[in-house]
Each structure stands twice: as C-alpha cells, then as structure tokens.
C-alpha cells in the first residue's frame, strides 16, 4: 500500500517560542535549508519515494529555486504558513494573512497548494476555526492535528478523515502515533522516528497498511544535517530538537526502502473512502 512521506521545510532555526531565535534574527543566521532539503532530495531519488514537501512561504520567497526543483522532482509542494507562526498565536484574522502570504510566494513558483500543515501541529482545540479558514481558501488537504498530548489532544482520531467545516469538507491526515509505555507516542515523525527502531517503525506501518489506510510520516530537512548548528534551547525544545539525530539519515534510508511512500494526495486516492467527523 502506498503510505505519505510529508516534509515540513523549515531552517533548523525556525523553533516557536524562543526570543533569541525570533524573526529579527532569522536573515542574519546561517542558512542550511537547501543542502539538508537537497539531501532529502536525493533521498527520495535513491529510493523511488514521493513526498508532500509542506513548503515555508518565508522559505519559497528566499530560495524558489528549491521549490522548483522540488516540483520538477515530481513531488507535492504544499503550504506550512508563512512565518512559523503556531495558528492560535495567529488568530483567526492574523492565521488567514499568513496563509495567504504563504499561497502567493509558493504559487509564484509551483501550482497553488491545495494542502497545508500548520507550524508545530498548532491546530487543536484551541484553534479548530482554522479548518473554515483553510476550506474558504481552497484548502482540500490538512495535516495539522496530532492526536499526541504535549501539541494536540490523544483523542484526535488517529488514521485519515473528512471533517465538516462551514466551508465544506476537509481531509485531514494525522501523522503515526502509536501506543508505547502507556503513552501515545509520536512513531512517525520528531524525536520519536528518530528514537524508534526502522522495524518498529514498519512494524506499526504494516499494521496501518493492514487496516487498509496509509501511514503518514512527517521529516524536516534539518534532521538530516551533516554538521547542525547548535543553539541553546529550553530542555524540552533541546530534547526534541537534538535527540539522536546522528544516523537518522541512515534509519530513514532503510524505513523509505522497505515501504512504499508517495505524496499525501496519491496516498490518500490509493486507500478505501475515509470516514467523516462531523
């Protein structure tokens, strides 16, 4: 069965919530975005995956270059705002500004998104308006809300669904969780992918592929820096941020292998219809 690799492309500096990594200071850092995104790149080639690249549109008015090539690579591009900004500190007028900022810089260069996922899965119940926002802007696709408690709610559904806005149906796509040490844990994507075993991680794959729906896994360029930038981060953010990144680029390699992975739009045309949440 056909599973979704999604890629938020962000720089390694792009953490919500820490003042002296705030936008003032973001043109004078080092960049590093397009060699770990090239390398995610050539990732992708050596194993025949496709990918949802959830593009910055911060990142698109720097780099379009990156966003084309992605593109002509035959991958989705779709939107992950503008700013790196979580949709509740937004608000509801602030989060359809960034929004659109981030369609017009990305269209610029590749088709419209039709898909969006917001910074730091910030779309949970204290910010569940954004689904309209995303719907009036022609938004299809979101894959926004983690059913994990530190940044959404464990009662989230966990596998792909239609969900009811005033503005029409949305898809949503939640990245793969899976229940460890009495805890819903985030298999598929952050600190958690890169502390999991490759098999464990096919082994939860398989068993979401066996209940015939796709499996979504969610990677950042960063995580593939072969000499990352150090800053200092609270403990929690440090944790997330560093945790085991050595070899993850090897992990990756073998899960990416030994499952198939498109984008989230062909993954989700390849499984049964989803069911709808009102």
């Known amino acids: 069965m056909l599973n979704a690799l999604t890629v938020d492309v962000e720089e390694w500096f792009h953490v919500c919530g820490v003042p002296h990594l705030d936008r003032a200071t973001w043109d004078a850092l080092p960049t590093r975005v397009e060699l770990t995104t ?19 549109g911060w990142i698109a008015d720097r780099f379009p270059q990156l966003v084309a090539d992605i593109t002509s690579a035959g991958h989705q591009v779709g939107s992950h705002g ?11 007028d602030g989060f359809r500004v960034d929004l659109r900022a981030s369609l017009e810089a990305i269209a610029a260069i590749a088709p419209r ?9 910030s779309i ?25 408690k530190l940044v959404g709610d464990p009662t ?3 596998t792909p669904h239609v969900r009811k806005t005033a503005r029409g149906p949305i898809q949503e796509v939640p990245p793969l969780v899976a229940d460890r040490f009495g805890q819903v844990m985030p298999i598929g994507w952050g600190w958690a992918l890169r502390f999991s075993s490759p098999s464990a991680v096919l082994g939860t794959i398989e068993q979401t592929n066996q209940a015939g729906l796709p499996a979504v896994l969610t990677v950042h ?3 593939l820096d072969p000499d990352p930038p150090r800053v200092a981060l609270p403990v929690r953010l440090r944790f997330a941020h560093y945790f085991r990144l050595s070899g993850f680029g ?29």
């Open 250 to 278: 090897r992990r990756l390699q073998e899960i990416l292998e030994n499952a198939r992975f498109g984008s989230i739009d062909t993954a989700l045309s390849s499984s049964s219809s989803l069911p709808l949440l009102s």
């Open 156 to 158: 989230f559904p966990r």
């Open 124 to 148: 949970n119940n204290r910010s569940l308006w954004a689904l309209d926002v995303l719907a009036s802007e022609g938004m299809t696709i979101d894959a926004s809300m983690a059913p994990v």
């Open 82 to 92: 503008h700013v790196h900004a979580r949709a509740y500190e937004l608000g509801e």
């Open 113 to 121: 998104p039709s898909c969006f996922r917001a910074p730091e899965w």
């Open 221 to 223: 360029p960063w995580e």
């Open 38 to 56: 090239r390398r995610l790149l050539d990732l992708c080639d050596r194993t025949n995956s496709r990918a949802t690249f959830f593009v910055l």
